[in-house]
């Protein structure tokens, strides 16, 4: 790693604490200091000076470059997994997945790159289209995948000829440490990859300094705010993957069981805290519907939660923080005094401040529900009377990330396909999870139509059109009207 890059992150001169903490011990993981405007702009500045030579390496050995920093990856597997555990209470098992989509991610991404921002060339014609590196680009990650979502801006934004800007969550900032040290490890060339460590005040400074473009994965909130900070910056391109309140129908379904187990991963997995889980669980009333909440309440009862390296490994964690915590039941009392059934409590639980049991808040009669987001393991249920209705209330939302249906209706599939309005939609599996191989991104606030995963490669470079003729070639010289002989 370059001296800039470890400046940046853990220098301490004037500038404010920063501590990562164990949201399931409250142990201290990591501590350092928050880089303030003039490490921004150093950070930068070295990115920009490092940019062209990276560039000039070739696609070629940046891909040798890329490929082992996979082999990195897996060798610290691990390690990596661990601290993705520490840092935000993952399961084990679940932390181990998000390494191997950091692997995974690679190859995905060189196959993108072939594919949507290659080289064409039509001799014959005498045009051709190349694709051409941005300059710095930064990158905002988040705390909830703090290992795979940055990973999934970074790696094809260095695969173009980029040098990258990184400032991760302020929640997991030893994650990042790891990851870049890996890159470096891998032969990447100093300064290519700058991290910085930061809150608020950090990314700001970050966003307004001299970039060339910003990738954010986070909230709908901070999405508008950068969105607000760039207004009159055209030339600087800003891609935004925000959260949504994602909406998973249940229609005409053979098997409840296999139904419930769907909407519990839709709805629970990472402790409510995937952008793509399901906050509102639409019914289409039917013989199966009591059936079917009595067995979704059955698994509730079962899920284990609980420290990262307990065994039998528990199915989610804490959330990341108390203050997080505290917000949702809040915001559980906030629907229940609206008028909302609470079928199950969410509960704060004696394990730790952060551990909150799932809920479940039937607002089938309640008139006006507030349209947020609340990223944590609380479900809201509505009851309707078609499959029309469940679709039209599905899309009064101000976001569109993802949306499920769970139906073994052919024309319920259709009619839900041809109507629905998320970037990110599945029928009979879970919401909350999406292919590396596909587009990743919402319509409305949840983004604003730069989708990432297999579509990255598009924001990444910028398309170049060219038109060759033939200098020398005296037949080739256009005809012009208008001219006097």
């Known amino acids: 790693m370059s001296d ?90 679940e932390a181990l997945a998000e390494v191997d989509a950091m692997i995974g991610k690679i190859a995905i991404s060189i196959d993108a790159q072939q594919q949507r921002a290659g080289s064409s060339n039509n001799a014959a014609a005498g045009i051709a289209t190349e694709h051409r590196a941005h300059g710095v680009l930064a990158v905002f990650g988040p705390y909830n995948f ?21 400032k991760p969550s302020e929640q997991t900032p030893m994650t990042a440490v790891l990851t870049v040290e890996l890159w470096y490890r891998a032969g990447l060339p100093d300064n290519v990859l700058n991290l910085l460590q930061g809150e608020r005040e950090t990314g700001a400074a970050l966003a307004a300094a001299n970039i060339d473009g910003l990738l954010f994965t986070g909230s709908s909130a901070t999405g508008k705010q950068l969105h607000r900070q760039f207004a009159g910056r055209p030339e600087v391109l800003l891609a935004l993957e925000m959260g949504g309140n994602n909406p998973l129908i249940v229609g005409q379904i053979k098997s409840t069981e296999l139904a419930a ?8 997995i990472s402790a409510g805290q995937r952008c793509t889980c399901a906050r509102r669980l639409i019914l289409v009333e039917n013989e199966t519907t009591s059936e079917l909440l009595e ?78 987001e609340w990223f944590g393991p609380l479900l809201q249920i509505y009851r309707v009377a078609t499959i029309t209705d469940a679709i039209s209330l599905a899309n009064q939302t101000q976001y569109g990330l993802a949306a499920g249906l769970l139906s073994d209706s052919n024309s319920e599939q259709e009619q839900f396909i041809n109507n629905i309005r998320a970037g990110v939609i599945s029928i009979n599996k879970p919401t909350a999870g999406a292919s590396s191989r596909l587009p990743f991104g919402g319509i409305g606030a949840s983004g604003n139509h730069r989708a990432s995963a297999f579509y990255a490669a598009d924001y990444c470079a910028w398309p170049q059109a060219m038109s060759i003729g033939v200098a020398t070639d005296q037949q080739a010289m256009p005809a012009l009207k208008g001219i006097k002989k």
């Open 4 to 93: 800039l890059t470890i400046h940046c992150s853990c220098t301490h001169r004037l500038r404010k604490t920063l501590i990562s903490k164990d949201p399931a011990t409250n142990e201290i993981i990591w501590q350092g200091h928050c880089a303030n405007e003039t490490q921004v702009t150093e950070a930068v500045n070295a990115a920009r000076d490092a940019q062209p030579g990276w560039q000039a390496l070739g696609l070629t050995a940046r891909k040798k470059v890329i490929t082992r920093f996979a082999e990195e990856l897996t060798l610290a597997k691990d390690q990596l997994a661990e601290m993705i555990c520490r840092e935000t209470g993952k399961p084990q098992w």
């Open 146 to 166: 703090p290992g795979h979502l940055p990973n999934g801006h970074i790696v094809p934004a260095l695969l173009a000829g980029n040098a990258v800007v990184f």
């Open 261 to 268: 187990r769907h909407i519990i991963s839709s709805a629970f």
């Open 295 to 372: 067995a979704v309440q059955t698994l509730i009862d079962k899920l284990t939660i609980g420290q990262w390296q307990t065994k039998p490994e528990p199915f989610y964690g804490p959330v990341i923080n108390p203050k997080t915590a505290t917000n949702l039941l809040q915001a559980q009392q906030q629907l229940i005094a609206l008028g909302g059934n609470a079928l199950r409590m969410m509960k704060p639980l004696s394990i730790g401040d952060c551990f909150l049991s799932p809920g479940l808040i039937d607002m089938s009669n309640v008139q006006e529900v507030p349209d947020e």
